[in-house]
């Protein structure tokens, strides 16, 4: 499976401030996700980070608020921006891997006061 | 009512015991199941992978699906306290479909050493 760094591993941030997460995975990989995990509540998709074009954006999530960024094919950041208390949460870079499968990083927890 | 249910627990156990964690879902068209597991302020790890309805046993792990009841478990034998983590279930339509995972919200469990 591949290796995937995921930095900030956690952040205290204050509301109406803006906060970039970096993944970075150790061997090229086609497709990216990031995902949110509420406390109680299952992992969410954002989006799909496309290299060389736009994210892909589930319902419910717009680029105004997670800009994503994919510049290469081992590295993404997630941009959470504005943030309010309602962003308080974990953050999860996720790729395919091997056979489909999907593999996370270790995540961000990410507190808005 | 969700697509995927799973108890949230909390499930305590002694070392030793026999775990057994479920997912019920709803949608008859989901062929691929998953287990995975996540230690506190870790990532979720890919614990099992199944296709369509069966056993598949790893170890301590077993996951079994019955399709016919829309019902999947994981079984750990020999509870350890390292096990102690929550547990999430995970299901897909189609081998590549990654987008299109759904997630349980996840058992958490606490063996007692």
């Known amino acids: 499976s591949a290796v995937i760094s995921q930095k900030p591993s956690r952040d205290i941030c204050q509301r109406g401030t803006s906060l970039t997460i970096q993944c970075q995975v150790d061997?090229?990989?086609?497709?990216m996700f990031w995902y949110r995990q509420q406390p109680g509540q299952s992992l969410t998709l954002i989006a799909t980070?496309?290299?060389?074009?736009?994210?892909?954006?589930e319902s419910g999530f717009v680029i105004d608020k997670f800009p994503i960024s994919r510049p290469n094919l081992t590295f993404s950041t997630l941009t959470v921006s504005n943030m309010s208390p309602e962003d308080s949460s974990i953050y999860l870079c996720?790729?395919?891997?091997?056979?489909?499968?999907?593999?996370f990083g270790s995540g961000t927890q990410l507190s808005v006061l | 009512q969700k697509e995927v249910e799973q108890d949230p627990g909390p499930l305590s156990v002694p070392e030793g015991a026999i775990v057994s964690l479920n997912c019920t879902y709803s949608?008859?068209?989901?062929?691929?199941f998953m287990w995975y597991r996540q230690y506190s302020r870790k990532g979720p790890e890919l614990l099992m992978y199944?296709?369509?309805?069966g056993n598949k046993e790893d170890g301590r792990f077993t996951a079994q699906v019955d399709k016919s009841s829309k019902y999947i478990s994981l079984f750990i034998r020999d509870s350890q306290p390292s096990d102690s983590a929550t547990y999430l279930c995970?299901?897909?339509?189609?081998?590549?479909?990654?987008?299109?995972?759904?997630f349980g919200s996840g058992t958490q469990l606490t063996v007692l050493p």
């Open positions: 996720s790729v395919v891997g091997q056979s489909e499968k999907l593999f």
């Open positions: 061997s090229q990989v086609t497709m």
């Open positions: 995970a299901m897909k339509y189609a081998r590549t479909s990654a987008r299109q995972l759904t």
């Open positions: 980070a496309n290299q060389g074009s736009e994210a892909t954006y």
């Open positions: 199944t296709y369509s309805s």
């Open positions: 949608n008859s068209a989901f062929q691929y």
